[in-house]
């Protein structure tokens, strides 16, 4: 079945520890990827997208995420995280006019 | 300049009741998305509506139904409630429903079905 897959729900690490959110998917044919973000109490937002060129993608807030064809990912990192990134991630591909599928998303606790 | 707004952010209602929840695309913006969200799962896609129709529909029984209006707002309505239909409501607008435009998100409404 068609799906995004998203490992290890649950993610705690201390400030200035790297981050990296793993993402697979499963759809064929050209796909758009997006990374949102969901901080406590507040909307998801748009960390960063994939639509063509170069596969490094560099986001908001320091993030960044690579794009590799051949492996069907889309991970997400950060070299270094703040206590402000505690919130929950969401990888979704754009399965076809602006029809995101998500994947059941990351909680990142960071630890001051 | 206004984001997607929801209403109403919180509602409780009884199985087999109807339920409607409205949504206020971002400016600019004439396509709405409609998504729940159940505790500890991503959001899943229900409908898509541009241009006040029904563009494309995700896995849900016709029980969810929506209406987009001439401007552009939105409603979900789901008709004889199930406690499985318990869940955040998030609705998403963009700009012509491309397949490169962003989606900008609401900040839901959560259902309770008792």
């Known amino acids: 079945a068609q799906s995004v897959s998203q490992h290890n729900h649950h993610v705690i690490l201390s400030e200035a520890a790297s981050l990296e959110l793993g993402c697979n998917y499963s759809y064929g044919g050209t796909v758009n990827l997006f990374w949102y973000v969901q901080y406590p109490g507040q909307h998801l937002q748009l960390l960063l997208k994939?639509?063509?060129?170069?596969?490094l993608v560099k986001g908001i807030k320091g993030f960044e995420a690579e794009f590799i064809k051949s492996k069907f990912s889309f991970n997400l990192r950060k070299p270094s995280v703040q206590w402000s990134d505690t919130a929950e991630y969401f990888c979704?591909?754009?399965?076809?006019?602006?029809?995101?599928?998500f994947g059941k998303g990351n909680q990142v606790v960071v630890i001051p | 300049d206004a984001g997607v707004t929801q209403s109403p952010t919180h509602l409780i209602k009884t199985r087999g009741q109807q339920v409607t929840l409205r949504c206020s695309p971002k400016?600019?913006?004439?396509?709405v998305s409609w998504y729940q969200q159940a505790l500890g799962q991503g959001p899943q896609f229900i409908f898509q509506y541009y241009e006040e129709e029904e563009r494309q529909r995700g896995n849900f029984p016709d029980r969810f139904s929506g209406h987009q209006f001439p401007n552009y707002s939105s409603e979900l309505n789901v008709n004889a409630l199930l406690l499985g239909d318990s869940a955040l409501y998030l609705c998403a607008s963009s700009s012509g429903g491309g397949a490169g435009e962003t989606q900008y998100f609401g900040p839901g409404t959560r259902l309770l079905v008792l």
């Open positions: 400016s600019g913006h004439d396509t």
């Open positions: 994939y639509f063509s060129g170069d596969p």
């Open positions: 979704a591909v754009n399965v076809r006019n602006n029809r995101l599928a």
